[in-house]
């Protein structure tokens, strides 16, 4: 298993997914969808709601109903049941049943996503639209761009479901305004759980127990940590075999990964920072870069670091964490059910704790999220669309048939079937799995064992195994039990620590031509200098590469988006 962002995504994924099967898997909505009873026919774009005589229904069914063409893909893992397919099956039945839209699909692609994206393309350059797509964000720019897009402003305020509207809000509107083109609201994005990816510190407390040391609160509990657990012997084996503090060959990622270290010095990787002037400025190229690589480089020098850290991927290191030769990481939430998991199976005396990110002074450290709809994509609707609000009401449908008012029970038809597939416009509230934690939290308080087993988050059911002593659903635990995970990312939630990037486009043409080079002169450079292979002034040599290489020509063209937004 190949370490990289997507398997922390595709990882953070896997905890939802039961939740929202116990959602999808059922067919029969009509005790959780609106009554026909006194809908009426919604207003086209010619007769907009404050045209209306009635009130606007967010979940009101069409009557008669309405016909929508959609252009979508399929997920090339997506299997349906028997007499159902990519055009008939649960969900487009429900959208017809509770609904009254009878879906058409002008076309679908089941198979990788860039396949689908690639004959999107030529059917956007022969204007060969459906009335609802699935885009990703240049495609979405380049639908703005030529004017082929309906304005759903005023479609989003006065159709958009409480939910829906509370969804939106939870990322202070960061995802509608990457899909605001001249103050038009061009797009609906596909929400997800950002906050998942925030990074969090990871500790061997055991080894804090056993060395007498405190919990990280600075960064010079952090270093001195490190070195603690690289010189003193903490597995006790008389051998100078463990590291303090984990780094891989990709530097970034879920697992192990250098952003919350570089978080501790109010240093960004990879990210656009607001300058004092109100510019758009690359964290990369900041002083506190400087500074945060030049501490790493201590830790290297007092091999607190594993020195062969530059051809290790993350599989390797995993191997230390699991044979017990590693104390201390930066990962993301999921890390516990993979990889010190398979560490405990070994050793149940292992004991890894999580701590909000700790600063190198008296200011908080923020960890950072990247900006990240889901697989980059929109759903958009053509200009002229008959109804451009059916898609708002698509998506409310979803979210109220998940989370406001789920099936208590499941269609045993699908079982095991990944129903929410079918779905053409979802997401998920950014405190998806943190909700999970919060009702999981309420229970174990309450020593509800059996409503942790009989809850539809499958999450729960794992967690209630392990207080009934299946050792192995430990990771679990440590991720949805009170001190887990999710009491450090909701204690950064409650005192706003997150940072997420001030640039939230699509890429620009330069990036388009020069991210490459550039990323590969970040990683090496970073690589070098925390290995001694260069001194820590070599930064100053790359700030100034970095901008020649085309990092001057994306920052114009960041801070031109800034100002056209």
């Known amino acids: ?44 774009e010619s007769s907009t709601p404050s045209q209306s005589a009635q009130p606007v229904d967010p979940l009101g069914k069409y009557d008669p109903p309405i016909e929508v063409s959609v252009i979508r893909p399929y997920d090339e893992n997506t299997k349906f049941v028997e007499g159902e397919s990519a ?9 017809e049943e509770e609904l009254g839209v009878k879906v058409n699909y002008s076309w679908t692609l089941q198979g990788p996503i860039d396949q689908y994206y690639q004959k999107l393309n030529v059917a956007i350059a022969s204007n060969d639209l459906a009335d609802i797509m699935v885009v990703n964000s240049g495609q979405m720019k380049q639908l703005a761009e030529a004017g082929q897009l309906a304005d759903l402003t005023d479609i989003f305020e006065n159709y958009a479901s ?17 899909a605001t083109f001249g103050g038009k609201l061009l797009g609906l994005p596909r929400l997800g759980a950002d906050i998942d990816e925030v990074p969090l510190l990871w500790v061997r407390k055991d080894w804090l127990t056993k060395l007498n040391l405190p919990d990280p609160k600075t960064m010079a509990d952090v270093e001195m940590i490190a070195e603690a657990f690289a010189s003193q012997d903490p597995d006790d084996n008389g051998k100078p075999d463990t590291y303090g503090l984990a780094l891989s060959k990709d530097l970034n990622g879920g697992f192990p990964g250098f952003e919350g270290f570089l978080n501790g010095y109010h240093a960004y990787y990879n990210t656009w920072l607001k300058d004092d002037s109100g510019q758009l400025v ?9 500074t945060a690589l030049a501490a790493l480089q201590k830790l290297y020098s007092l091999k607190a670091i594993d020195k062969e850290f530059g051809t290790r991927d993350g599989d390797k290191v995993a191997e230390a964490v699991i044979n017990g030769k590693l104390g201390m990481y930066y990962g993301a939430m999921w890390t516990p059910i993979w990889p010190v998991q398979d560490g405990r199976n070994l050793d149940p005396t292992m004991q890894w704790e999580p701590y909000i990110l700790p600063s190198v002074d008296d200011q908080p450290a923020f960890g950072q999220i990247p900006f990240d709809v889901p697989s980059g994509q929109y759903y958009v609707v053509r200009k002229n669309a008959k109804h451009p609000e059916a ?8 979210y109220d048939f998940n989370y406001v008012k789920p099936p208590q029970e499941k269609d045993p038809k699908y079982e095991g079937i990944e129903t929410f597939k079918y779905v053409i416009l979802a997401g998920a509230p950014i405190t998806e799995n943190l909700d999970v934690y919060r009702k999981g939290k309420s229970l174990i308080e ?7 087993k009989n809850a539809k988050e499958g999450q729960l059911a794992v967690t209630a195994k392990y207080l009934e002593g299946d050792e192995q659903s430990w990771g679990y635990y440590k991720v949805f039990g009170p001190e887990g995970s999710y009491k450090v990312i909701e204690e950064m939630l409650e005192k706003n620590l997150f940072l997420r990037s001030e640039y939230y486009g699509p890429p620009t043409p330069t990036m388009g031509e020069k991210n490459s080079t550039l990323d590969t002169l970040v990683k090496e ?10 001194s820590i002034d070599e930064f100053d040599k790359f700030v100034s590469d970095w901008k020649k290489l085309g990092g001057d020509d994306i920052t114009k063209e960041v801070n031109e988006w800034a100002a056209s937004r």
């Open 1 to 44: 298993m190949k370490i990289t962002k997507s398997l922390s995504m595709g990882l953070a994924a896997v905890l939802l997914v039961v939740s929202i099967l116990s959602g999808c898997s059922s067919n029969n909505a009509s005790n959780n969808a609106p009554s026909d009873n006194g809908a009426s026919q919604q207003p086209s």
């Open 87 to 95: 055009a008939d099956n649960l969900w487009t039945q429900k959208y």
């Open 162 to 178: 409480d939910f829906t509207q509370k969804m939106f809000a939870d990322d202070g509107g960061l995802a509608l305004n990457s």
């Open 282 to 290: 690359n964290s990369n190229i900041q002083p506190e870069m400087k």
């Open 391 to 398: 898609a708002l009401k698509m998506m409310n449908f979803f």
């Open 446 to 452: 309450a020593n509800d064992i059996e409503g942790l």
């Open 525 to 534: 450079t970073f690589t070098k200098i925390i290995m001694g292979a260069a």
